[in-house]
Nanobody, 122 residues
Framework: QVQLVESGGGSAQSGGSLTLACAPSGSPYDMMCMAWFRQGPANTREAVATRGNFGTKFYADSVKGRFTIFRGNENNTLYLKMNNLKPEDTAMYYC????????????????WGQGTQVVVSS
């Protein structure tokens, strides 16, 4: 399994920006697909974005055009750049990883981080 540590959460005003980071450790074969999920006040977990090993990306409709998922060159850190934030983006954001196989919003992930809180005020 992969260990995932998120950072970068905090508070922002509507229209603002935040960048989340996820530092993974473990076998590269267990992190070929990585993703960001979120769980808001309604307590339902939503897949926000995924990134496959060759760079293929998928986004939830609610964040398309505003969020960008990318992987840095240093230590395979995964990022989520969030622009034009809205109050409905308020949630606990989780990083997730899985090994080889499909890499879509509906894929099943095997490793999870502890989460980082994002609060957006209007």
């Amino acid at each position: 399994q992969v260990q995932l540590v998120e950072s970068g959460g905090g508070s922002a005003q509507s229209g603002g920006s935040l960048t989340l980071a996820c530092a993974p450790s473990g076998s590269p074969y267990d992190m070929m697909c990585m993703a960001w999920f979120r769980q808001g006040p309604a307590n339902t977990r939503e897949a926000v974005a995924t990134r496959g090993n060759f760079g293929t990306k998928f986004y939830a409709d609610s964040v398309k055009g505003r969020f960008t998922i990318f992987r840095g060159n240093e230590n395979n850190t995964l990022y989520l750049k969030m622009n034009n934030l809205k109050p409905e983006d308020t949630a606990m954001y989780y990083c997730a990883a899985r090994g080889s196989g499909d890499c879509y919003l509906g894929s099943r992930f095997t490793s999870w981080g502890q989460g980082t809180q994002v609060v957006v005020s209007s």
